[in-house]
Structure formats: structure tokens, C-alpha cells
């Protein structure tokens, strides 16, 4: 990926940064921290994350992140004076503010323009409505005046998406598309038309000492009206209790019969120690950025956890699907990590089977074993407990999909691009409906799917091999050849060898199949 800006271009497979014709000198910390910074541009990063992201999660002295700061304002020719590139935020962080344009290799270069107060964005068509009441939970504010506590109010605001998920009769927008609105001032019927929502659920959460101030209103966008309003202040123990409550108040003002009828709680099981809760919270805010060193923070912050809950089921689950991602996408041997993700989904499951993330886990992993079938039937319990869960229908479209199911597969995919349309994981689910349609031999689909994966994560390796394969077996020579390169870079270590040993393909033909398209582009 390249990033172009302000007559700099800053290459992050190769680690350069360029002014004009001119190479900049820039030591690797410094490097990480730019990157970091342009990967994140369109929010305001804290001490926090960049201690997580830049530093693997050790905290290091504010003389020393301030050095790396400066360091980087001079290699971009910014000053603390300026600040024209690189602006501090006080008391909340730093953000990228220069305009920029990105490209991956061999494509066009994508301009999206920063301004330093506001994200605009151009307004997206409207999707149709659902046929069930439909719900989207947006990130609550941080009013503690510490960027470092954005964690905590982003934890409240998943669990009740967690909780309101398990619904079968609601249609919950996922996590992932609800948290691109965080920190941006959208109007909530623009919210609801990009994201096919009647109903909007906004709040904040004011942590101070060993109290906690949470303040929920559901609003009915048609109509403009607010439905239901509360406000909770309660000791930080009660913070579960807490939750609850808002989703029973919501439930009850959109769907008071049926929640008669059902006399809904959520149910789970929350962890015994908050201080585990808010390791996993900080792990997730990682594992959805969907890159290979906020896997490895995310990884680091969940064994936290675990080691003071060694019960905390969700903790566990996530842990074991992070390993199994990283060998999908190349970062990690299946033989060394295969283990651990099995033993950590097993865990799971045995520590609270009623968790979405628990049978995930245990799909995910048994996938990787060749046990289709019950990875196919882990990944519909975790669909039975939580019906709205995207992840898990992409992951149960990939199955699908190796095991040559390939219109089942399509569906799958399309579903989970429609509970979460503004998903960092859009670009994998768009890769998973690519390869169904390799599959069924739609070649020049596989190719327009995969494409557009690309287009959204140039980074993402499964797209970059579908379009290898699927350009292979069409006959279209230069694109296969151009993407077999792309592909290389993303992911050195890609072989048939590679392809043949860690992809799971059930099916000879199906795996001879997909080498094929490999072999035409050119890969030994």
C-alpha cells in the first residue's frame, strides 16, 4: 500500500518514505508510528492505542512518545508549531489532517480528502428496510475527558449489540458498520438510509473513580421522535446490570408484545473480574482493525485476560479465532497455531456455550482439521444464538464454500454484507463470495468480487488470490500475471505447495481446481 500526500509518498511494503524524488531517512519505530497514523487518519488515535499499536502494548514515557512525534513531524518537513500533517488533539491525541490520496500496487490511487475538524463523506444510496424492526447501536460517547477510556464506552455499546442480537425478531445492524459513524457529526436519518435501519440507539458514559454515568435514547427515525430515554448512574459494578436494563427498555419500546410475550433478558455470562472485561474490550477494538500487528496486540491483551479469568468464555473465543485468521491470511503456520485456537474454541465453549464467539471459535478451528461438517454445525449454533452475527455468516459462507456449496455460499456472504455494509470484514466477505463463484466456474464474477475486496483492503490477501485464480482460468493472461505479482507482495510466503497444504479444500477436484488457476497465472 502506498500513501500519497502532500508531495510525500510513503510505501509500506518496502518502508520508504519519498519527498518529491528525495528518500527520507526515518528510523522503523518512527515508520511504524506513520503508518499508524495515516492507517487511522479519519479519528483522533490516544497515548493508548498507539502504546498497543506502535509499542506491543508497553507503555513508554510521554518524553518518549513526544520525540516520536516530533521525529515524524520532521521527516514529513511538519513542526509542532505547524502542525499542518500531523495535529495534537488536547487531551485526547494526535490525528493525521494532510489529504491523501492511497494505491495498491498496479491500481488507480483513491483520493480521500481529510479535513482536520470533519470526515465528510459522499452520502451512500439508501438500502431497503428489512422485513423485521430494524436496530443499529451507535458507539457511545466518551465524556470522561480521557481518550484513554474510549474502550470502556465502545464496550457498552457492543454488548448491547450482543444483547439486542440474540433477538431473532429484530434485525441488528453488526458492530463494525455502526462504529464507522464514531466521532463524526451524521445526521441519524443519514445513518439510517446508509444503513437500512428504522430504529437509531445513541448514548454516552461518563467513567470517573469507581462510578460510571451511562445515558441511552432510542430514536424512531421515520417519525423523528425520541421512543425512550434513561439515565443511569451506578458503581462500576453494576455495569452489567446496567446493560441490560437499556436492552430491555429498548426492546420493550419497539416490540412491547412480543417482549410480553417472551419476557426478555439477556442472557449470558459475564466475566468475574471487570479488569478482564477490559482487557477483552481493548483485544476487540484491535482484532477489528483487521491488520496483522493489531492481531498480535489484540492476541497479547486476550492471554491478559484469560490469565486473570481463566473461565471468561467470550475472552477465549476471540483468542481462538484471532489464531485461525492470522493462518487464513498468511501471518501464522496452521501446524503451530492450529493447536492453540482448538484448545482455546474447546475452552470456550466449555466455559459459557451459550457465547456466539465460543461456537465460532470451534467452527473456525475444526474447519482447519477437515472436519467439515461439524465446523458447518458450529458455526449454525453460532448462528442460532445470535442470528445477526456477520462474522459468523461469512465464516459459514467460506465453509460453505469448501465444501462446494458454492450458491449456499453466495447467500451466506451476501447476508453478512448486509448486516454490517461499512464492515472492515466487507472486503473478506466480498472475497468469500468471490471464491463461491470460482467454485461455480463464474469466473468473471470471482473476478468483479474479488476486485472489489481489493478495492476496499488492498492488503487483503484472499482477494488477491481469488483474482489470481479466477483471471487464470479465464484465459485473461496480463491480469493474471499482474495479480500474481500483487499477490507476492501481499503474501511472500505463497506457493502451490502453501495452497495445497493450508487451504481446506474438501473436495480433489475442487483443490486441483483452484491450483489450476495458479498454475495458468504463472505461481510454482
Known amino acids: 500500500m502506498q500513501f500519497i500526500f502532500d508531495n510525500h509518498r510513503l510505501d509500506t511494503e518496502r518502508r520508504e518514505l ?55 513531524r520532521r521527516a514529513l518537513g511538519d513542526s509542532g508549531e505547524d502542525q499542518k500533517l500531523i495535529r495534537t488533539v488536547a487531551r485526547k491525541g494526535v490525528r493525521f489532517v494532510g489529504i491523501v490520496d492511497t494505491r495498491s500496487y498496479g491500481a488507480e490511487p483513491t483520493h480521500a480528502a481529510a479535513n482536520p475538524d470533519e470526515i465528510h463523506e459522499p452520502p451512500r444510496p439508501a438500502m431497503p428496510l428489512p422485513d423485521r424492526p430494524a436496530i443499529a447501536v451507535l458507539p457511545f460517547t466518551n465524556m470522561s475527558g480521557d481518550p484513554e477510556q474510549e474502550y470502556f464506552s465502545d464496550g457498552i455499546s457492543e454488548d448491547i449489540i450482543t ?11 453488526a458492530r463494525n458498520s455502526s462504529f464507522t459513524y464514531k466521532g463524526k457529526a451524521v445526521h441519524l436519518k443519514q445513518v439510517a438510509e446508509e444503513l437500512g ?59 412491547p408484545q412480543l417482549y410480553a410475550a417472551e419476557n426478555f433478558r439477556a442472557q449470558r455470562k459475564p466475566p468475574d473480574s471487570m479488569d478482564a472485561w477490559d482487557l477483552v474490550m481493548r483485544a476487540l477494538s484491535h482484532y477489528w482493525r483487521v491488520t496483522r500487528q493489531d492481531n498480535v496486540v489484540a492476541q497479547a491483551l486476550l492471554e491478559k485476560a484469560i490469565a486473570i479469568d481463566p473461565n471468561y468464555g467470550q475472552a477465549l473465543g476471540v483468542l481462538a479465532t484471532s489464531h485461525t485468521f492470522s493462518a487464513h491470511m ?47 454445525g458450529a458455526f449454525e449454533s453460532a448462528l442460532s444464538l445470535n442470528p445477526n452475527f456477520s462474522l459468523a455468516q461469512g465464516y459459514y459462507g467460506l465453509t460453505l464454500s469448501y465444501c462446494g456449496r ?25 472475497g468469500i463470495a468471490a471464491y463461491s463463484n470460482f467454485v461455480g466456474r463464474n469466473y468473471d464474477e470471482a473476478i468483479r468480487l ?75
Open 163 to 173: 444483547a439486542l442480537s440474540k433477538l431473532r425478531w429484530f434485525f441488528v445492524i
Open 330 to 376: 498468511g501471518w501464522a503456520d496452521i501446524a503451530t497455531v492450529g493447536p492453540i485456537a482448538e484448545s482455546a474454541a474447546l475452552a470456550s465453549i466449555q466455559a459459557d456455550s451459550e457465547d456466539p464467539w465460543a461456537h465460532l471459535a470451534l467452527g473456525s478451528a475444526l474447519l482447519f482439521k477437515r472436519r467439515f461438517e461439524d465446523s458447518l
Open 406 to 430: 458454492w450458491q449456499e455460499a453466495c447467500v451466506a456472504a451476501q447476508r453478512a454484507l448486509r448486516l454490517s455494509p461499512r464492515d472492515p470484514f466487507a472486503a473478506i466477505f466480498c
Open 18 to 72: 519519498h519527498r518529491g524524488s528525495e528518500r527520507i531517512a526515518v528510523e522503523p519505530q518512527v515508520f511504524d508510528l506513520l503508518i499508524y497514523l495515516l492507517q487511522n487518519r479519519d479519528r483522533v488515535v490516544s497515548k493508548d492505542d498507539l502504546f498497543a499499536s506502535v509499542w506491543g502494548g508497553r507503555v513508554v514515557s510521554e518524553s518518549t512518545l513526544t520525540s516520536r512525534i516530533n521525529a515524524a
Open 197 to 255: 435501519v428504522g430504529y437509531v440507539v445513541e448514548g454516552s458514559v461518563r467513567k470517573g473513580g469507581d462510578r460510571v454515568r451511562i445515558t441511552a435514547q432510542l430514536n424512531d427515525v421515520a417519525t423523528g421522535s425520541h421512543l425512550w430515554a434513561e439515565k443511569y448512574d451506578r458503581s462500576i459494578a453494576d455495569v452489567f446490570a446496567v446493560q441490560d436494563e437499556i436492552t430491555e427498555a429498548i426492546v420493550a419500546a419497539i416490540e
Open 450 to 524: 474479488a476486485t472489489e475486496g481489493i478495492r476496499q483492503r488492498g492488503d487483503f490477501v484472499g482477494g488477491h488470490r481469488v483474482l489470481t485464480a479466477a483471471a487464470g482460468m479465464a484465459g485473461r493472461d496480463d491480469l493474471a500475471k499482474a495479480a500474481l505479482l500483487e499477490l507476492e507482495r501481499a503474501q511472500p510466503n505463497i506457493s502451490l505447495d502453501w495452497l495445497a497444504s493450508h487451504m481446506p479444500i474438501r473436495y480433489d477436484a475442487d483443490r486441483e481446481h483452484y491450483l489450476e488457476g495458479f498454475r495458468r497465472a504463472g505461481l510454482n
